[in-house]
């Protein structure tokens, strides 16, 4: 098939978004992708059950090389997770079973399948290295692998090193995990016709050790690319939410919650996610940020990075309901909201049923919903119309009863300017 752009238009818009960090010869993988559709493999272990934001960046990576006419193969990590990478950590993981590992497979997979296309002509795949490498024997694979490696080539790394020289320092098992890595690049090359692997920088010790085993082990040339970890621009790591980390699977992080974390990031990172996480041309990109410099108030940037990220890993639907619920708490009238975008909302501010009988007594609802702390209080905040209803502002004398339901079923109850409570009328 043909490709929808050249090796050096694909390499040269991800210079210009700040993708590349290292690669292999640059004429080289230019002159390799210009042949026809490259496998292009990202792994990652499957230490738990969804992927987070921090993996984000390698499966976007992957849906550029497919839209580009490539063939992107996603491999999880079923035997390489029961080792652990060294990499960024100052002790060894915890090691998981196997029955752990096919369900955290299992659930990332279907994640995946909303980033990337699996039908059609570059279809993408995921494979296990579990099938592999589990069958192969510890003399097999001394002989087949280990042999290529010295130790003095395997200490170089950095992240070898760092954990030789901490108090911890660092088991055989996680030493081992670069020949592991290095071992499944040359079976795909081998055997799934992948050319090419990308990753992270810090996985760049990891990759060029498959390319040399492909080397010296299939006589041909495999293909390494990584980028710059991502960092915000105050330390933080990207994807790190108040609440810990900021899951792609909706049980875990919300799409409200997800798509606010996007929404409030600050204008130093705003530019840099843009052109890493979403698939908007550099021009538009440059377009939209002299429009946000214009007047950064209005977050044009952060609005436009929410959209596109929320719907690529959670759809339009849900982002659609995630930014309705995000315009009722900051303000919006609450009349206008869908049935979808009040389901958001009752997810993420406090929310009780009532029945009609009960919305007789304003003054006990107010004080069960906890935006009163008694009944004195209660019809204080009343007095000074600082409740309101689903828009309208209560007054003492005006019972619940005569608020128009959203959707024949929400009360939206409000006091102040975030407190927020929504009632569920049953009967």
Not at 219 to 236: E, F, N, V
Not at 286 to 307: V, Y
Not at 367 to 386: D, I, M, P
Request: overall charge negative.
């Amino acid at each position: 098939m043909s490709l929808s752009m050249t090796g050096e238009q694909l390499l040269n818009d991800l210079d210009a978004r700040g993708l590349i960090h290292d690669s292999t010869d640059r004429a080289a993988l230019i002159e390799r992708l210009n042949q026809g559709p490259i496998g292009v493999y990202v792994g990652f272990d499957p230490t738990a059950d969804s992927l987070h934001a921090g993996n984000l960046l390698g499966q976007v990576m992957l849906r550029r090389f497919q839209l580009a006419g490539h063939r992107p193969v996603v491999l999880a990590g079923g035997a390489t997770g029961m080792v652990g990478d060294p990499g960024g950590r100052s002790e060894e993981r915890n090691l998981l079973d196997r029955a752990t590992l096919n369900h955290n497979v299992a659930c990332v997979k279907k994640q995946l399948e909303k980033i990337l296309d699996f039908d059609g002509p570059v279809a993408a795949r995921m494979v296990d290295n579990a099938t592999w490498t589990e069958p192969m024997g510890t003399l097999e694979f001394l002989r087949d692998v280990g042999k290529h490696f010295t130790v003095n080539q395997m200490v170089a790394k950095e992240s070898v090193r760092a954990r030789m020289e901490s108090e911890n320092g660092i088991s055989f098992t996680e030493f081992s995990y670069m020949l592991l890595q290095a071992n499944d690049f040359r079976h795909l090359c081998e055997f799934e016709n992948v050319d090419m692997q990308m990753g992270g920088s810090d996985q760049w010790g990891n990759i060029t050790a498959g390319t040399d085993l492909i080397r010296r082990r299939l006589t041909k040339s495999g293909y390494g690319l990584t980028w710059p970890l991502l960092t915000r621009s105050d330390g933080q790591k990207m994807g790190k939410s108040v609440h810990g980390a900021l899951w792609l699977d909706p049980e875990k992080t919300s799409p409200y919650e997800f798509r606010q974390y996007w929404v409030q990031l600050p204008d130093e990172d705003v530019e840099r996610f843009l052109l890493q996480l979403t698939l908007r041309s550099v021009d538009d990109i440059a377009s939209l940020m002299a429009e946000h410099r214009a007047a950064p108030e209005k977050r044009l940037a952060q609005r436009a990075l929410a959209t596109d990220v929320t719907t690529l890993v959670h759809g339009v639907a849900a982002e659609q309901a995630a930014a309705e619920a995000a315009q009722v708490l900051f303000g919006g009238d609450p009349t206008t909201a869908s049935a979808e975008a009040l389901a958001v909302v009752a997810r993420e501010v406090p929310s009780s049923e009532v029945t009609r009988q009960q919305l007789g007594d304003q003054i006990a609802v107010l004080v069960q919903s906890g935006l009163a702390a008694s009944n004195g209080e209660a019809r204080r905040t009343l007095t000074q119309k600082g409740f309101k209803a689903n828009g309208q502002t209560l007054e003492e004398a005006k019972s619940l009863l005569e608020v128009d339901l959203l959707h024949g079923r929400y009360i939206l109850l409000r006091k102040g300017k975030t407190n927020f409570h929504l009632l569920t009328v049953t009967n």
